[in-house]
């Protein structure tokens, strides 16, 4: 840490021009601090003469932005995220930004820019359709999951893995922001007055409470698979044609289904939210069913990617026939995991721009309700789960019955 | 390594004496090599004035003695035996050898003579009753395994924990022999002639290995508790009225599930010797009924002390209801690693005295092939015990069908 200091945008041009190679030496460089994240400082550097010619630096603070120096975090989860996106290119080469360097000390990662791209949440909110991205995020999901698993490491391998990729602090805010505080009446939650009374029934609900425990328990103690451990909407970048997959900095080794889930769970946020901001029927309609096909099409392409690499690297080590129960599982907990995000990100701390956007908290409130049934029946229901489609059933059958119960109200 | 040597009786007597305070300065030492296990070197050193006066060094070979050189091991397990046997010694103090001393250099640790106990394994051989081993077993995993656990320990402290105890050489060999070697034809197999058929029959068993695979899979990845990580009656040391638990060296992060079904599939690997070598039928009945009693008693011991201890220590962290179905989750995956246990002492690599003493090929078979059965029905319907009980009864059924098939053959 002793050499550590955090940038201003005229030190990171600085130091940009400092990398040999980067840039070419006539650049005229110039530098936006552009970070709307709760955690980092992200530079954007670029030549003025050539504005194409860009990089990112990512520097990561040494306290939570979001809260300020209060919350101390340690700057160790730089050197995970390079880590890992170093690790991702290996293994999903095109589907993660490419890293240009970096600097331990400075906590700093140097990496390709991608102002072309989209935050996949803002997209949806726009409700615009992406052609690829479910191929490119189901083939990213089960490369790095096979790659970093007991089915593909060698046993010692994949140990040395999990130490290398340990990360107390940045799990303990998933343990507690997703798994804890939402459950009971913890001073960091933050939801909607209206749902006051559906929150006190979520707390009182047993079933459900002893459920998230089980599904807290599998995320602190089931090395699956080396993690994104942040895949929401918000750390997916995307165009018409190409997909990124942005910030792993919550890397560690866990249950697979917590990265699937996180795409499922906040896809179907969006799909809540439909309910309150389409100008048209036919509008959310269409989209709530466009979305329901990427939630499908996300999980098949995993699921045969995932499948195809057991197969092509399968030996003796393990028995190939279990790979069917083994994915069921999987589905299993990544819908519960599903139904964990959808729940926290209306009762807990950390919002969604989907539902945030909503300006009517009387029409947010319908959305919100529906995000909180889709989750609670997604946890509870998990075990009787055993194929795609049937989660997407349940959720229609969850929203017709909650607009018949609005009717009645 | 540059310091490591291993040393022959001679030099162990002389650094004996070169630790301070071990023994008084008139004492005259003697000592003796009384391995015979597969691994290490035992020194057992005493005052040949006060024979009572005596302590043992262990010493890890930095390759396995029972094949040679050629197979080289890591002797930093010597450094997680003794980080355990401390560990033991503040959670169980009682249950285990006291630690006097140790030199990482040397992989070597001084620790209590236990020469007026007898291993377990022995004692049951020899039919003996331990009035007390029950209760001190169910209780040393009661608590090794709650206070290792994300029950008691911080998020933090677990992780770290986990990464001081990665210990993959010693973990490769219980995946090998234990999980994978067993359900094929592999060389290091070796089994009774007589149950070529069985053995077959073994290997084409679909649900079995998938079933199996399922155990490995949740041996390799689930971080529970610390683990003894070979807890059979060969780790146990016992005398009328105390209870030691020795040889930690497999110690590592896994499902609580394995220390337990340990202890389980040892007492039953037992249970199946006794129809060998029993003297006469009364006794035989009387001693198989004396080790379900036991395998109930270790269970209900160890759940009573992990329930009040979860509800001691529990806060909001974690929903206490949730302690019923969690326990039921460990008695299923206890008695699945108990047959894969009983299985592999069967037909894999490493036998136990319990039916290895059985003079009588024919006579073994029996026994061997009631083994076989019970872990067989142990892995396939774990998923359906709810109650120790359930499990003993289950023993008594597959005994009967075993009986009567020898009977109607």
Same mark, same amino acid.
């Given at each position: ?162 130490? @290398?990729?340990?990360?107390?602090? %940045?799990?303990?805010?998933?343990? $507690?922001?997703? #798994?804890?505080? =939402? *459950? ?118 995993? @699921?045969?990617?995932?499948?195809? %690499?057991?197969?092509?690297?399968? $030996?003796?080590? #393990?028995?190939? =026939? *279990? ?87």
């Amino acid at each position: 840490m002793n050499n550590y200091h955090a940038f201003n945008e005229q030190e990171a041009v600085e130091y940009a021009r400092s990398l040999k190679g980067l840039f070419s030496p006539k650049a005229v460089l110039e530098s936006n601090e552009i970070g709307d994240g709760n955690l980092n400082l992200i530079f954007r550097i670029w030549d003025r003469s050539q504005p194409k010619d860009s990089v990112i630096f990512k520097q990561a603070l040494p306290y939570a932005r979001v809260v300020g120096e209060s919350m101390p975090l340690t700057i160790d989860r730089a050197r995970i995220e390079r880590e890992m996106l170093l690790l991702h290119n290996q293994l999903a080469p095109g589907l993660v930004p490419q890293v240009y360097g970096y600097q331990d000390e400075l906590a700093l990662t140097v990496m390709e820019d991608l102002s072309d791209y989209l935050i996949l949440r803002k997209g949806l909110v726009q409700r615009k359709l992406y052609p690829h991205f479910a191929e490119h995020i189901g083939r990213f999901l089960g490369k790095t999951l096979f790659f970093t698993s007991d089915y593909f490491l060698s046993s010692g391998e994949k140990k040395q893995r999990v130490v @290398q990729f340990t990360n107390p602090e %940045l799990c303990k805010i998933t343990e $507690d922001l997703v #798994f804890t505080d =939402p *459950y009971f009446d913890a001073q960091t939650n933050n939801y909607n007055p209206l749902l006051k009374e559906k929150v006190a029934q979520l707390w009182k609900n047993r079933t459900l409470r002893t459920e998230v425990q089980k599904l807290k328990d599998t995320f602190m103690t089931r090395t699956q698979s080396l993690l994104h451990g942040d895949l929401h909407t918000g750390s997916i970048m995307v165009t018409d044609s190409q997909t990124r997959v942005i910030d792993p900095e919550f890397a560690f080794y866990g249950p697979m289904g917590f990265d699937i889930g996180a795409v499922i769970g906040n896809l179907l946020l969006n799909f809540a939210a439909q309910e309150g901001h389409c100008s048209s029927l036919e509008e959310r309609k269409a989209y709530q069913t466009y979305l329901l096909g990427l939630m499908k099409q996300v999980w098949d392409e995993f @699921q045969d990617e995932f499948s195809r %690499l057991w197969r092509e690297y399968n $030996d003796e080590t #393990f028995y190939y =026939p *279990y790979v069917r129960s083994y994915l069921q599982e999987v589905l299993q907990d990544a819908i519960g995991f599903a139904g964990c995000k959808m729940i926290r990100r209306v009762v807990g701390l950390a919002h969604v721009e989907d539902l945030e956007c909503i300006q009517d908290p009387q029409v947010r409130f319908h959305s919100e309700k529906l995000a909180l049934a889709i989750g609670i029946k997604f946890v509870l229901h998990r075990k009787e789960i055993n194929d795609i489609l049937e989660a997407a059933l349940l959720v229609r059958r969850v929203r017709t019955e909650e607009v018949k119960s609005n009717e009645v109200n």
